[in-house]
């Protein structure tokens, strides 16, 4: 299983970004898909998941509002939408699989994306 993660860069406060992570040696639409972001000196910590079929989707409160994930499981690609983005978003942010359930625990997930770093400026 490979993913990879793309998409981030700088932006000023109040941007936007659109990561993507493109996903192989896996069925896809059978795995959620998760996305978690880990800022310096801070714990790896849950931003977005969303369910194989793309039905079913959850977002940390800190994101709710301002962040979407959504999936293309023809491209097996997922995607997290970032508007209104804060300082406090700094982070490098990382996709994830690990099986055929929901949840929030970074431990609960096998395979991991090489990151993408996005720096918001205020």
């Known amino acids: 299983v490979q993913l990879q993660a793309s998409g981030g860069g700088l932006v000023q406060a109040g941007g936007s970004l659109r990561l993507s992570c493109a996903a192989s040696?896996?069925?896809?639409?059978?795995?959620?898909m998760g996305w978690f972001r880990q800022a310096p000196g801070k714990e790896r910590e849950f931003v977005a998941a969303?369910?194989?079929?793309?039905?079913?989707?959850w977002l940390a409160d800190s994101v709710k509002g301002r962040f979407t994930i959504s999936r293309d499981n023809a491209k097996n690609t997922v995607y997290l939408q970032l508007n209104s983005l804060k300082p406090e978003d700094t982070a490098v942010y990382y996709c994830?699989?690990?099986?055929?359930?929901?949840?929030?625990?970074?431990?609960?997930?096998?395979?991991w994306g090489q990151g993408t770093q996005v720096t918001v400026s205020s």
């Open positions: 994830a699989t690990g099986g055929t359930y929901y949840s929030r625990d970074y431990k609960e997930y096998t395979y």
């Open positions: 040696g896996l069925t896809f639409s059978n795995y959620y």
């Open positions: 969303i369910s194989g079929s793309g039905r079913s989707a």
